[in-house]
């Protein structure tokens, strides 16, 4: 908590002391002893893996116009794959750097906050029916913050950095999740009815040019 009563951020980027470290550590375990689940759609930009940016638009356009295309697509793919027995939810969207909030927003409430329409087929009620995008450094909004740090592991994983602490974090995470790895070499290997079989809580989806 700041000096003024405010309470600060808890993010990936600023585990960088110990006692940061256990904060966010702290925030793991709310994580772990709730009943949420968390899901991350991970894509490899490399040339070699495959995957263009140009494949989501014209010559013609910007890369920023065809980053918010890509952005809006993957989080269709991520938010479809495990909505199916949702009804009625509420969807918070974090600050949107990479596209803008009232274009996403109309997007996918057009998807799923529609009845009986879209990703809402057969549903009476949508599968959410209130979408928003939020900014989850307000305190209201600050168990967003939990996903920035269990998306900020995985980064850890791919990209290990000097920093000891989100290391430690890294480490924390798998351990309380009984997880080995977040690589892709482990989860790649697991189809999603696996995943939901022994990693009901916590998931990430390797994408792949070509899956949908």
Same mark, same amino acid.
Not at 10 to 20: D, G, M, R, T
Not at 79 to 97: E, M
Not at 158 to 168: C, D, G, T
């Given at each position: 908590m700041a000096s003024d009563g405010t309470v600060k951020e808890?993010?990936?980027?600023?585990?960088?002391?110990?006692?940061?470290c256990q904060v966010a550590k702290c925030a793991v375990d709310c994580f772990i002893n709730s009943s949420s689940s968390f899901r991350a759609i991970v894509v490899d930009q490399r040339p070699s893996s495959g995957f263009s940016i140009d494949?989501?638009?014209?010559?013609?356009?910007?890369? =920023?116009?065809?980053?918010?295309? =890509?952005?809006?697509k993957f989080t269709e793919l991520l938010?479809?794959?495990?909505?199916?027995?949702?009804?009625?939810?509420?969807?918070?969207?974090?600050?949107?750097?990479r596209c803008k909030g009232d274009a996403f927003v109309a997007l996918i409430t057009d998807l799923f906050g529609k009845p009986n329409c879209n990703y809402s087929e057969?549903?009476?009620?949508?599968?959410?029916?209130h979408i928003q995008e939020v900014d989850t450094a307000l305190e209201?909004?600050?168990v967003g913050q939990i996903g920035d740090i269990l998306q900020g592991v995985i980064l850890c994983?791919?990209?290990?950095?000097?920093?000891?602490?989100?290391?430690?974090l890294n480490r924390y995470v798998k351990q309380r999740l009984g997880i080995s790895s977040l690589g892709?070499?482990?989860?790649?290997?697991?189809?999603?009815?696996?995943?939901?079989?022994?990693?009901?809580k916590y998931?990430?989806?390797?994408?792949k040019p070509g899956q949908n």
């Open positions: 808890i993010k990936y980027s600023l585990c960088s002391s110990h006692y940061l494949h989501f638009g014209t010559r013609n356009e910007g890369k =920023a116009i065809k980053e918010a295309r =890509a952005y809006k938010l479809k794959s495990n909505v199916a027995n949702i009804s009625g939810g509420i969807l918070y969207a974090d600050r949107l750097t057969g549903k009476s009620e949508p599968t959410f029916k209201i909004y600050h994983e791919l990209i290990p950095p000097h920093n000891r602490y989100k290391r430690e892709q070499s482990y989860w790649s290997d697991l189809p999603k009815w696996k995943q939901d079989l022994i990693h009901a998931q990430i989806w390797y994408w």
